[in-house]
């Protein structure tokens, strides 16, 4: 049982509705113009890898493993089906390397007519999670553990043959199946509902003696690590006011300023997502903060509202859905993808990272808040405050550490972007911001926040 649970508490599902059609059945899906594999990332850090699988479009997938087989030569493997869809060519005959220690490389190929199969290779074995995010849709695959940030290969290994793939053992028996069941609630039958059921990662006979994650040390040895990420950025400007402030500049100005003063007291070893005009994925901003070890992750950004009326700070920590329609849109829009899209996304959390930092993120983002709102109200009247919040941000998805959003301001409204033009307005939320997270680092509640 003990081990079965330990099985639970790693598994991390999405599951994805309404954006996913259920297998369909073998047809010309492949041919030309299907959905393509157009591209497989790797970031490897200390304390797990992600793989991302990019895809033109939405695809329906499923992800299991394979045990090692000693006889072929064949190591542990997770290994991904996508249905109906074509691959690029230069992503078969180039397997992505990484050689870390945990994790070998990732190579795909054409399983049959009508599936191509990405395999992980793994070093050793080991807990993982699967999830999908739509918008550009992709599959990431965290896998648990302590990998060696790599040396770039001189040469990477002869490729393995495309056809290994193909003739990569089918799905052999891969172990009893763990049902999952968790607290989320189960999706809603319909014609238009794919689960990916995976299960338990490795057989409990074959089982690393590690836990995937270490017991907590007691006593911080390190400078609380804080990970500022300006949202947007590049080809994506974020909200735009009606006179054309944008929301990617005004957050880069607040997170440079933080890290500033920060960095000033001397107790914070203070970074930042981006510190320049460039465009970062969702989920790269969430893997530097965890690449980073990151005690505290804040998320900047100002809010927007076709109601122009709509106005004030408000501070928000992750959950599977929001309490009403302008959280949900708001999500939306900061996730990228239209609402109805979010809707369809249902969250199965990992109670030991996400369930374990919840109350910590909710105490951190009301005194953020607060704070904000308070130093703004210093230089302005007619400041509102909007309060703590909850809604379902990609970007705070796999954080491991405590992780808020901060939405300053409306955009939106002209008298809060003509707010956000003023340097004395972005220092009072800095300010806020700065005095929330010394408040917090002071205070000892992350005393016991070390990986
Ligand atoms: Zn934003």
Same mark, same amino acid.
């Given at each position: 049982?003990?081990?079965?649970?330990?099985?639970?508490?790693?598994?991390?599902?999405?599951?994805?509705?309404?954006?996913? =059609?259920?297998?369909?059945?073998?047809?010309?899906?492949?041919?030309?113009?299907?959905? %393509?594999?157009?591209?497989?990332?790797?970031?490897?850090?200390?304390?797990?890898?992600?793989?991302?699988?990019?895809?033109?479009?939405?695809?329906?997938?499923?992800?299991?493993?394979?045990?090692?087989?000693?006889?072929?030569?064949?190591?542990?493997?997770?290994?991904?089906?996508?249905?109906?869809?074509?691959? %690029?060519?230069?992503?078969?005959?180039?397997?992505?390397?990484?050689?870390?220690?945990?994790?070998?490389?990732?190579?795909?190929?054409?399983?049959?007519?009508?599936?191509?199969?990405?395999?992980?290779?793994? #070093?050793?074995?080991?807990?993982?999670?699967? @999830?999908?995010?739509? /918008?550009?849709?992709?599959?990431?695959?965290?896998?648990?553990?302590?990998?060696?940030?790599?040396?770039?290969?001189?040469?990477?290994?002869?490729?393995?043959?495309?056809?290994?793939?193909?003739?990569?053992?089918?799905? #052999?028996?891969?172990?009893?199946?763990?049902?999952?069941?968790?607290?989320?609630?189960?999706?809603?039958?319909?014609?238009?509902?794919?689960?990916?059921?995976?299960?338990?990662?490795?057989?409990?006979?074959?089982?690393?003696?590690?836990?995937?994650?270490?017991?907590?040390? =007691?006593? %911080?040895?390190?400078?609380?690590?804080?990970?500022?990420?300006?949202?947007?950025?590049?080809?994506?400007?974020?909200?735009?006011?009606?006179?054309?402030?944008?929301?990617?500049?005004?957050?880069?100005?607040?997170?440079?300023?933080?890290? #500033?003063?920060?960095?000033?007291?001397?107790? @914070?070893?203070?970074?930042?997502?981006?510190?320049?005009?460039?465009?970062?994925?969702? #989920? &790269?901003?969430?893997?530097?903060?965890?690449?980073?070890?990151?005690?505290?992750?804040?998320?900047?950004?100002?809010?927007?509202?076709?109601?122009?009326?709509?106005?004030?700070?408000?501070?928000?920590?992750?959950?599977?859905?929001?309490?009403?329609?302008?959280?949900?849109?708001?999500?939306?829009?900061?996730?990228?993808?239209?609402?109805?899209?979010?809707?369809?996304?249902?969250?199965?959390?990992?109670?030991? @990272?996400?369930?374990?930092?919840?109350?910590?993120?909710?105490?951190?983002?009301?005194?953020?808040?607060?704070?904000?709102?308070?130093?703004?109200?210093? %230089?302005?009247?007619?400041?509102?405050?909007?309060?703590?919040?909850?809604? =379902?941000?990609?970007?705070?998805?796999?954080?491991?550490?405590?992780?808020?959003?901060?939405?300053?301001?409306?955009?939106?409204?002209?008298?809060?972007?003509?707010?956000?033009?003023?340097?004395?307005?972005?220092?009072?939320?800095?300010? /806020?911001?700065? &005095?929330?997270?010394?408040?917090?680092?002071?205070?000892?509640?992350?005393?016991?926040?070390?990986?």
């Amino acid at each position: 049982m003990t081990l079965l649970r330990r099985h639970l508490g790693a598994a991390f599902l999405l599951l994805c509705a309404a954006a996913l =059609p259920v297998f369909a059945p073998p047809s010309d899906a492949a041919a030309p113009g299907a959905p %393509r594999v157009s591209d497989i990332r790797a970031w490897t850090n200390e304390i797990y890898t992600r793989v991302a699988i990019d895809t033109v479009e939405d695809v329906s997938w499923q992800a299991n493993t394979l045990r090692a087989d000693p006889s072929r030569g064949l190591p542990p493997r997770i290994f991904i089906d996508i249905r109906g869809a074509g691959i %690029r060519d230069e992503i078969l005959r180039r397997p992505v390397e990484v050689r870390n220690g945990l994790l070998r490389q990732v190579r795909a190929g054409r399983f049959d007519r009508d599936t191509v199969r990405v395999v992980i290779d793994l #070093e050793r074995e080991s807990t993982y999670r699967v @999830f999908a995010l739509p /918008g550009p849709f992709r599959i990431i695959v965290d896998i648990d553990g302590e990998g060696e940030i790599p040396a770039i290969p001189a040469s990477p290994d002869p490729a393995v043959p495309p056809d290994d793939v193909a003739a990569a053992s089918p799905p #052999e028996d891969p172990g009893p199946p763990v049902v999952t069941t968790t607290s989320a609630p189960p999706p809603a039958p319909s014609a238009a509902t794919a689960v990916h059921r995976v299960p338990a990662a490795i057989p409990p006979s074959m089982e690393s003696p590690r836990v995937a994650v270490s017991p907590p040390s =007691p006593v %911080r040895k390190h400078r609380v690590r804080v990970m500022i990420d300006p949202g947007h950025g590049g080809k994506d400007p974020g909200a735009i006011g009606p006179t054309g402030l944008k929301e990617k500049d005004v957050v880069l100005a607040i997170g440079r300023k933080v890290r #500033e003063m920060l960095s000033r007291t001397g107790e @914070f070893d203070v970074r930042m997502t981006r510190d320049e005009d460039v465009f970062i994925p969702l #989920e &790269e901003r969430t893997a530097m903060a965890n690449k980073g070890r990151a005690d505290i992750f804040v998320s900047l950004h100002i809010n927007a509202s076709r109601n122009r009326r709509a106005e004030g700070f408000s501070t928000y920590v992750l959950s599977r859905g929001a309490s009403n329609r302008e959280d949900l849109e708001l999500a939306a829009r900061e996730n990228g993808v239209p609402v109805g899209k979010l809707q369809g996304v249902k969250f199965i959390i990992d109670d030991m @990272f996400t369930g374990a930092r919840k109350n910590e993120s909710l105490r951190l983002a009301k005194t953020v808040n607060d704070a904000v709102v308070r130093h703004v109200s210093h %230089r302005y009247r007619g400041v509102h405050s909007l309060g703590l919040k909850q809604a =379902p941000f990609y970007v705070l998805v796999g954080a491991r550490m405590t992780a808020v959003l901060v939405e300053a301001s409306f955009i939106s409204n002209a008298r809060e972007e003509s707010r956000l033009r003023d340097p004395s307005c972005l220092d009072g939320i800095a300010d /806020g911001v700065v &005095e929330a997270i010394r408040y917090y680092g002071q205070n000892g509640i992350l005393a016991h926040s070390d990986f």
